[in-house]
């Protein structure tokens, strides 16, 4: 594996997930997504953090552009499938995710809801 690779894996943000109660009544674990930064998520949040998994209803990651403003949340499982052309390197059960810009995130959030 290449220094560069590995430095990106040191600099990149580890996304935390944050819960919350949808529209349904239903817990959610969310990720937030934002742009210009280069970030690590799980393939496997339920088995990665202390979240009571008994309780998560659905897993999102919600995109939130430069300025603070967010284009909306999408579904996790569809999320990991569109960010293959995006990631950088996968170990251990992550994926290493290069910086976005915002074109590029809102981009990604319109694959992740259209498709």
């Known amino acids: 594996m290449s220094a560069a690779v590995l430095a990106d894996w040191s ?3 580890v996304l935390e997930p944050l819960g919350f109660v949808d529209d349904n009544m239903n817990t ?6 934002q742009s210009n930064q280069p970030a690590i998520i799980s ?4 088995e990665d953090f202390e ?10 990651v919600v ?3 430069q300025d603070g403003g967010v284009l909306g949340d999408a579904d996790y499982e569809t999320f990991l499938h569109e960010i293959a052309a995006y990631t950088v390197d996968q ?6 995710i290069r910086a976005l810009d915002d074109d590029e995130l809102h981009e990604l959030y319109a694959k992740t809801i259209f498709d």
């Open 51 to 60: 979240l009571n998994t008994d309780i998560i209803h659905a897993w999102k």
């Open 91 to 96: 170990q251990n059960g992550s994926l290493l």
């Open 28 to 33: 959610v674990g969310a990720f937030v997504l």
């Open 11 to 13: 600099n990149a943000t």
């Open 63 to 65: 995109f939130q552009i």
């Open 43 to 46: 393939l496997h949040p339920g």
